[in-house]
Structure formats: C-alpha cells, structure tokens
C-alpha cells in the first residue's frame, strides 16, 4: 500500500505569510501527485497536478514541486478566501489511490 | 460543461446495502483515459478513495472495503452505480462521486457536490 503522509497536519497563519505543506509517499510516486483545497461543506477543488502543473483557473500565488517520496504545496501569500483543509492525493496506478490526511490551514 | 451529480438515500440501517448513483454529463466514460471513482469522508475526517471504474469497464477498489463494494456503470445512461454492503454507524459519511482524469497525471480533476449518507437505526 501507498500511504501519503501530510505534515503538519494542523497550521496557523496570517495573512500575507507564505505557507508550506509537505506529503511524503511511503514509496516512489513519480509526479502522480495532486494537490486539492477543500472549504467546509463543499467538495474539494483541484489545485495542482502532476506535482507542479497549476490547474487551469487556478491563481499563481498556489505552487507546487517534488518527485518521487516528497512533495511541497505553497501559497506565496495567504489570504482570507485560502484559509481551507489542503489534501494531497497520488495515482501511481489505478490499483491503489491515496489521499493524505489533510492539513488544516486556520487564521492565526 | 462537466457535471457529475450523486443520488441515493441519506439515511439507511445497520446492516443494510447502501446504493448509489452518479449521474454525469459533458463526457462519455467509453473515452480512453477516463474513469469515474467514489470518495467519502466522515463528518470532520480525511478523504478516503473507495471505488473506480475505467474507460474499458475495468473495477478497482480499496483493498480494506473489497468484499462490500461494488461498482458498475450504464453507458446508455450516463450513469455509475456503486453499492456498499453491510453498513455501518462508523460508514456515516458524505459520498463524493468524481471523474478521474489519466492523461492529466490520475486527478480528480471535477466532483459532484457530495451526499451525506447516516447510518442509523
């Protein structure tokens, strides 16, 4: 099984901070990884594929690079609307999909 | 316009099936390199992938919930249907159906609106 490992799972910002998430995969994913914002009450939106390809729509300030086991999401500079839960998701093979644990991104 | 839309009841018993449907349009799910999956997540929990069907009629499923799930789909209809055996309090959750995109590195690139399914006698 892979298992996609998010850290931390909990982070308090301000506006304006740059904020970084982190997933680890327990093995080598390649760049089949995704990352997607989720608001409460609403179905997650996709935010970057292929580990750093930004979906269309979606603005600048989101980021996102690695390969292989390890894997960043960051938000240049968070404003209020950014303030969400962040999952990373992989596909290494269509046998076995995996969602992180979330990240919780909350208004310090 | 890419639309997917879940149906199915919001509160079934212990014990009994649990049967859903996700209604699409925009695509056609015989187009090499789609798929549609089902997700759910527990009030105040993570995502959790349970079940897909590809392009070629081909099933895969969350090797921990195999035995109870099944997954299908209705070409005609534009539909997929998932079952789940068995349930649970503990499978109380929101049902999210989605397509899964293969030639953009396997995302989940649209989402119905979700369904929240209550386990309860």
């Known amino acids: 099984d892979i298992q996609l490992t998010q850290s931390p799972s909990f982070l308090s910002a301000s506006v304006g901070d740059r904020v970084t998430i982190t997933c680890r995969a327990s093995?080598?994913?390649?760049?089949?990884l995704a990352w997607y914002q989720q608001k409460p009450g609403k179905a997650p939106k996709l935010l970057i594929y292929a580990a750093s390809t930004l979906q269309s729509g979606v603005p600048s300030k989101f980021s996102g690079s690695g390969s292989g086991t390890e894997f960043t999401l960051t938000i240049s500079s968070l404003q209020p609307e950014d303030f969400a839960t962040y999952y990373c998701?992989?596909?290494?093979?269509?046998?076995?999909?995996?969602f992180g644990g979330g990240t919780k991104v909350e208004i310090k | 316009q890419v639309t997917l839309r879940e149906s199915g009841p919001a509160l079934v018993k212990p014990t009994q099936t649990l049967t859903l449907t996700c209604t699409f349009s925009?695509?056609?799910?015989?187009?090499?390199?789609?798929?549609v999956s089902w997700i759910r997540q527990p009030p105040g929990k993570a995502l959790e992938w349970l079940a897909l069907?590809?392009?070629?009629?081909?099933?895969y499923y969350n090797a921990s919930l195999r035995t109870r799930l099944t997954i299908s789909r209705d070409t005609s209809k534009n539909q997929v249907v998932f079952t789940m055996t068995d349930m649970d309090p503990v499978d109380t959750a929101t049902y999210f159906c989605?397509?899964?995109?293969?030639?953009?590195?396997?995302?989940?690139?649209?989402w119905g609106q979700g369904i929240l399914v209550t386990v309860s006698s």
């Open positions: 093995q080598d994913i390649s760049s089949f």
């Open positions: 998701q992989q596909l290494h093979s269509l046998r076995e999909v995996t």
């Open positions: 069907i590809d392009w070629d009629d081909e099933t």
């Open positions: 989605a397509r899964i995109n293969v030639e953009a590195a396997g995302t989940f690139d649209y």
């Open positions: 925009g695509f056609s799910l015989t187009t090499s390199g789609l798929c």
